[in-house]
């Protein structure tokens, strides 16, 4: 397989919200996870979208259109900022899985995925670094949050976030975010369940022409 060309970040000017003084933030349109490891470092860290003021401090943050190929697991994440995201996103995710097979590269399992926030970007990148399938996490997150919910532990709006993996026992740890931020929920089991559930969806092709996990995808297909 030819060696995948690394792509160089640009820099565009912006101005802090907080003190008005100009910026400058390099911005990562194409990302490829073997060869650009400064980017990757950026989102791991959740910093892919983010500047940090030099004049007072203030995190500002930055929204541009990213295509990700995570070339370990085969998969390309987009995050675009254009309008209708799940009408024009999945097209151009489909343009770079093609793009690969033009070139004579294996494309069978890709995953394609679509993220709406850049939040959600980092965080699949995230999960996939970790060695999870972010669809199962996902229906974690909603069965974890269905069981809080009637417990009266947390609020309807608020969002569980993957954290990291809990080396004492291989359980996944949350951090809860809106009402109590910072609260982190630790999950000794459930993975291997849920992952169990997507395997058996594959094998019967029931999420080909998926493209979004996300809360309202895995609320719907959690029984």
């Known amino acids: 397989m030819a060696q995948a ?4 970040p640009r820099s565009i000017q912006v101005k802090c919200p907080s003190c008005s003084h100009p910026g400058s933030v ?14 990757m470092e950026l989102v791991l860290n959740g910093r892919l979208f983010e500047h940090v003021c030099p004049a007072c401090g203030k995190k500002v943050a930055v929204a541009y259109d990213c295509l990700l190929h995570d070339v370990e697991h085969r998969a390309f994440l987009l995050y675009t900022t254009k309008e209708n995201p799940e009408v024009t996103g999945p097209h151009r995710l489909m343009d770079a899985r093609d793009a690969l097979r033009a070139k004579s590269q294996n494309v069978d399992n890709y995953q394609l995925r679509l ?9 699949k990148v995230r999960i996939w670094h970790d060695g999870y399938d972010d669809r199962a996490i996902e229906l974690m997150k909603v069965a974890i949050k269905r069981g809080m919910l009637k417990e009266g532990i947390i609020g309807a709006r608020d969002v569980l976030i993957y954290e990291r993996t809990i080396e004492e026992n291989g359980g996944v740890s949350f951090v809860v975010v809106g009402e109590i931020p910072g609260d982190v ?3 000794p089991q459930g993975y291997d369940y849920c ?29």
């Open 5 to 8: 060309k690394t792509i160089q």
């Open 26 to 39: 390099e911005v990562w349109p194409i990302i490829t996870s073997t060869t650009d490891e400064r980017a």
């Open 115 to 123: 993220a709406l926030t850049t939040f959600e970007f980092c965080e």
């Open 185 to 187: 929920v630790g999950v």
């Open 195 to 223: 992952k169990r559930i997507i395997d058996e969806a594959d094998k019967g092709f029931d999420l080909v022409g998926e493209y979004r996990f996300g809360a309202a995808w895995a609320n719907a297909y959690l029984p």
